[in-house]
């Protein structure tokens, strides 16, 4: 139980385009889920918090105009990535948020990877 | 962000013996500590979690001690295998509506273990 899963697993674009990624959480919902970046060989960085239903919340520094969220359902975010360019090049992992048992805990997607060229 | 301080950045261990890695983070708001193993081009996968109203949390081989006056944590892997070797995160988070809130990592621990 507990899957969590990602759309594409890799992309590749050009400078200036906008690429969208797909997170699911296969057999749960989730009010919520997040979005993290992770530089090669470095942490991850939360980036936003997703809820379904209403506006993403963005940690700082993080541009909510280029990274746009959207949680419209309770098993699906998507986070597209406009105007993208090199330095956007990174592993955008997403988390969803449930309650297994009594406890909560955060599941992980297996992360996209985009370069942009 | 609050930051989580994780050490040591590497860790050599020989089969069969224990890995130890530590966390200490600032923030006494946090309500929520869990670790992750991550392979290579992998995301992250959830190990074991506590929270501050117990010392000490067991599953498996894995271990977690806390120790909420000092503010630090860490991990026990006992029989420590090969199969092991992964990059560790400690993370915490506040909680709130019913779940932890986004995560604030620490830097990793990459750890391997030698047949």
């Known amino acids: 139980g507990a899957v969590v899963s990602q759309h594409p697993s890799r992309v590749i674009c050009k400078s200036g385009t906008s690429v969208k990624i797909e997170c699911r959480s296969l057999d749960f919902q989730a009010t919520t889920m997040f979005w993290y970046r992770q530089f090669p060989k470095q942490s991850l960085m939360l980036m936003a918090t997703?809820?379904?239903?209403?506006?993403?919340?963005?940690e700082q520094g993080v541009e909510k105009d280029k990274f746009l969220i959207n949680h419209a359902s309770l098993t699906l975010s998507t986070l597209t990535v406009t105007s993208a360019h090199p330095e956007d090049s990174s592993f955008y992992i997403c988390?969803?948020?449930?309650?297994?048992?009594?406890?909560?805990?955060?599941?992980f997607g297996p992360g996209t990877r985009l370069t942009v060229t | 962000q609050q930051q989580v301080k994780q050490s040591p950045q590497s860790l050599i261990v020989q089969k069969g013996g224990i890995s130890i890695i530590n966390c200490a983070y600032e923030n006494t708001a946090f309500d929520y500590f869990p670790w992750y193993q991550q392979f290579p081009g992998k995301g992250p996968a959830l190990l074991i979690a506590i929270r501050p109203d117990v010392s000490e949390k067991k599953e498996g081989r894995f271990t977690i001690s806390f120790n909420k006056s000092a503010k630090q944590f860490s991990l026990h892997i006992m029989d420590s295998q090969p199969g092991d070797s992964a990059t560790y995160f400690c993370a915490a988070s506040t909680v709130s509506g019913g779940g932890a809130d986004g995560l604030t990592f620490g830097k990793g621990t990459h750890l391997i273990i030698q047949p």
């Open positions: 997703s809820n379904e239903g209403s506006k993403a919340t963005y």
């Open positions: 988390s969803a948020r449930t309650r297994l048992a009594g406890a909560y805990e955060q599941y």
